[in-house]
């Protein structure tokens, strides 16, 4: 694989990295979690359902990440990660695409974004499982770009395997890759205006979300994001701000104290938006971002690296890798919508083996929601008991309503409905 040596000599100069946007930071418009019972939400769902069933929305997983926190040596879709069948965030996700498919009567091309280093294990998961029942025709990978790490003086480090040091550009790099791969060529000639872009580690997510997709479309926005409440003032996320009149994403490595602790005139936390890293994305609007000829900023990491030194021998250095981020690409929307939604519904991320955001946290925060529907049915989950209930049998509450007859009438053991 070639490396853009302009680019990388422009990074080692310092030119194209990310500088925080200047300007006050105010709170974002955001379209609150209690909209969703509204009447008007009904006319964002219908024109969202009505999108997803003339096939004009494509859904996006972000998955060439090197999951170094979760430390496991394979891609990190494979993970099985459901609460009682153990199924991977791969086919939890194919499993969500085909039920959609059942109710809007037409198919969601599936796009997967994969790295250099999980590429082949990802397509071989997905050959050998049939592609789950998507059909191989509506399921395209697509691998991410890749850019040296230098040493802090700005020189290559040659990799122990041969060849220069190479990390994966992001998930910035997104659009470059759907564009070079040839991903926004298909999509348009399949007809396809609406991207929902997510991350391979959120088993929670509402993959096409019709409110959403209806909320971004009806509002004429470019790139949309949904966001939940931070937990606590320091929750290591980034927040939806407005910086300079736009909707942009404040790291949390760049919020100032007095941004962070801001309170409202109640003494509640003032940016609490928190950034789910689901978005809707304009395939215009993608293909404007890559056809700038200005590539999202990127941004510098210290990291250490294993390379050669200048005897040849296998060291471990300081590297520094550059990375762009797809949140940067928010302010160069000129419309953006934020939706709220409730965290225990839509969030359980997968970052760690255990702790918080780890596997053990997520697979019990996906049987506490499912727990919650049959609650709300009349059927009551013992604390300590887990329960699982397939995409295939209710995608939502409202589809679990419809099959009261075929839930159990109580539980006491884990328990998949399947
Ligand atoms: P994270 O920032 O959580 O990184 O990625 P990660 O690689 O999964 O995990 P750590 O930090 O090494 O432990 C968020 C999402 O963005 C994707 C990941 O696959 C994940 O879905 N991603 C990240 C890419 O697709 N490419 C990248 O270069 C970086």
């Given at each position: 694989?070639?490396?853009?040596?302009?680019?990388?000599?422009?990074?080692?100069?310092?030119?194209?990295l990310y500088t925080p946007p200047g300007g006050?930071v105010?709170?974002a418009?955001?379209?609150?979690?209690?909209?969703?019972?509204?009447?008007?939400?009904?006319?964002?769902?219908?024109?969202?359902?009505?999108?997803?069933?003339?096939?004009?929305?494509?859904?996006?997983?972000?998955?060439?990440?090197?999951?170094?926190?979760?430390?496991?040596?394979?891609?990190?879709?494979?993970?099985?990660?459901?609460?009682?069948?153990?199924?991977?965030?791969?086919?939890?996700?194919?499993?969500?695409?085909?039920?959609?498919?059942?109710?809007?009567?037409?198919?969601?091309?599936?796009?997967?974004?994969?790295?250099?280093?999980?590429?082949?294990?990802?397509?071989?998961?997905?050959?050998?499982?049939?592609?789950?029942?998507?059909?191989?025709?509506?399921?395209?990978?697509?691998?991410?770009?890749?850019?040296?790490?230098?040493?802090?003086?700005?020189?290559?480090?040659?990799?122990?395997?041969?060849?220069?040091?190479?990390?994966?550009?992001g998930h910035g790099?997104?659009?470059?890759?759907?564009?070079?791969?040839?991903?926004?060529?298909?999509?348009?000639?399949?007809?396809?205006?609406?991207?929902?872009?997510?991350?391979?580690?959120?088993?929670?997510?509402?993959?096409?979300?019709?409110?959403?997709?209806?909320?971004?479309?009806?509002?004429?926005?470019?790139?949309?994001t949904?966001v939940?409440?931070k937990?606590?003032y320091d929750e290591r996320v980034g927040v939806i701000v407005k910086q300079g009149?736009r909707t942009c994403l404040l790291e949390y490595s760049d919020m100032a104290d007095e941004v962070r602790?801001?309170?409202?005139?109640?003494?509640?936390?003032?940016y609490w938006a928190g950034n789910m890293a689901?978005?809707?994305?304009?395939?215009?609007?993608?293909?404007?971002?890559?056809?700038?000829?200005?590539?999202l900023p990127f941004h510098r990491a210290a990291?250490?690296?294993?390379?050669?030194?200048?005897?040849?021998?296998?060291?471990?250095?300081?590297?520094?890798?550059f990375e762009s981020f797809i949140f940067d690409a928010l302010p160069?929307?000129?419309?953006?919508?934020?939706?709220?939604?409730?965290?225990?519904?839509?969030?359980?991320?997968?970052?760690?083996?255990?702790?918080?955001?780890?596997?053990?946290?997520?697979?019990?925060?996906?049987?506490?929601?499912?727990?919650?529907?049959?609650?709300?049915?009349?059927?009551?989950?013992?604390?300590?008991?887990?329960?699982?209930?397939?995409?295939?049998?209710?995608?939502?509450?409202?589809?679990?309503?419809?099959?009261?007859?075929?839930?159990?009438?109580?539980?006491?053991?884990?328990?998949?409905?399947?």
């Amino acid at each position: 694989m070639g490396v853009d040596l302009d680019l990388v000599s422009r990074l080692v100069r310092g030119d194209s990295l990310y500088t925080p946007p200047g300007g006050e930071v105010e709170p974002a418009d955001i379209i609150p979690a209690s909209f969703a019972s509204s009447a008007e939400a009904k006319e964002a769902v219908s024109r969202g359902s009505d999108l997803l069933a003339s096939g004009r929305v494509a859904a996006v997983i972000v998955a060439g990440g090197q999951g170094s926190r979760l430390g496991i040596d394979a891609p990190k879709g494979v993970v099985e990660v459901t609460p009682v069948r153990g199924k991977s965030l791969f086919c939890l996700f194919a499993e969500k695409i085909l039920a959609l498919r059942r109710r809007f009567g037409h198919a969601v091309p599936l796009f997967i974004m994969t790295s250099r280093e999980n590429d082949a294990p990802t397509r071989t998961y997905f050959q050998e499982r049939g592609f789950f029942g998507l059909g191989s025709q509506n399921v395209h990978f697509f691998v991410q770009g890749m850019l040296p790490s230098v040493t802090p003086e700005g020189r290559f480090i040659l990799s122990e395997t041969g060849g220069v040091f190479m990390n994966p550009d992001g998930h910035g790099g997104t659009f470059r890759a759907l564009r070079d791969n040839g991903c926004l060529g298909l999509m348009a000639s399949l007809g396809i205006e609406e991207i929902f872009y997510f991350q391979v580690d959120n088993p929670l997510v509402k993959v096409c979300d019709p409110l959403f997709i209806g909320l971004h479309s009806a509002n004429g926005a470019q790139m949309s994001t949904k966001v939940v409440r931070k937990a606590s003032y320091d929750e290591r996320v980034g927040v939806i701000v407005k910086q300079g009149g736009r909707t942009c994403l404040l790291e949390y490595s760049d919020m100032a104290d007095e941004v962070r602790y801001a309170t409202d005139h109640r003494g509640h936390m003032l940016y609490w938006a928190g950034n789910m890293a689901v978005h809707m994305i304009r395939r215009d609007f993608a293909e404007t971002v890559t056809s700038r000829g200005t590539e999202l900023p990127f941004h510098r990491a210290a990291k250490k690296i294993v390379g050669l030194d200048a005897a040849g021998n296998p060291t471990r250095m300081d590297g520094i890798k550059f990375e762009s981020f797809i949140f940067d690409a928010l302010p160069l929307a000129r419309r953006s919508v934020t939706l709220e939604v409730a965290r225990e519904e839509e969030f359980a991320p997968v970052k760690n083996m255990t702790g918080t955001d780890s596997l053990v946290s997520s697979r019990q925060l996906q049987s506490n929601l499912h727990a919650s529907w049959l609650g709300r049915m009349g059927v009551d989950v013992p604390a300590g008991v887990l329960v699982e209930i397939s995409p295939l049998f209710a995608l939502d509450f409202e589809e679990l309503q419809h099959k009261q007859d075929r839930i159990p009438r109580s539980i006491q053991e884990d328990t998949y409905v399947g």
